[in-house]
């Protein structure tokens, strides 16, 4: 799938690019595709410039605080997650949770995102204690603005049921 996808997504940057210009916010989304294709592999080195352009891009355009940015934030963040790099994965996310509760609320589904997002990482360096209360307000905000059903919904319950079965344990170990 790999395979068939890398040409597909450079070709659609090179049409963005050449169309709209290389700091249009379509292009932005175009490298955003890109990137994630190759965090997908594991291929950071490849990934981590095309998430640092586009979130300069969408800071250019859009401006710092624009939901879109605060979606690249996350981007970015998820790949430093990945590779272990807390310390830059923590202070990005905390600043995408900022931008979304500010334009566009404490209990959108993406300012949901944000919060299931730090809570994953802080699970990840053992922060039990820190994750477990952003899991519970965003399991209650998907939950009421997207349904019990919902598929996001369903994954922040299972990160934060995850985090309880294992909370007892780690505790007890520390």
């Known amino acids: 799938m790999y395979v068939e996808a890398e040409p597909l997504l450079q070709r ?16 932005a989304g ?29 800071e250019l355009q859009m401006g710092p605080t624009h939901p ?16 272990g790099k807390y310390t830059e994965a923590t202070s990005l996310l905390q600043r995408a949770l900022a931008i979304r509760e500010q334009q566009l609320g404490p209990n959108h589904p993406s300012t949901a995102q944000s919060l299931d997002s730090l809570a994953l990482l802080y699970w990840d360096q ?31 319950r299972q990160n ?9 344990p780690r505790n007890e170990k520390h």
Do not use: M
């Open 160 to 168: 934060y049921t995850s985090l309880l079965q294992a909370f007892s």
């Open 68 to 83: 879109d940015t605060a979606s690249s934030l996350n981007n970015l963040a998820r790949l430093y997650r990945d590779q």
């Open 126 to 156: 053992c922060k039990d204690a820190e994750a477990e209360p952003l899991f519970q307000r965003a399991l209650a905000i998907c939950e009421r603005e997207l349904g019990a059903s919902h598929p996001t919904t369903q994954i922040v």
């Open 12 to 27: 659609a940057l090179a049409i963005y690019e050449k169309q709209k210009g290389p700091t249009h916010p379509d292009t």
């Open 30 to 58: 175009s490298l955003n595709n890109l990137a994630g294709l190759y965090r997908d592999q594991g291929r950071y080195a490849d990934a981590e410039p095309l998430y640092l352009r586009a979130l300069a891009i969408r």
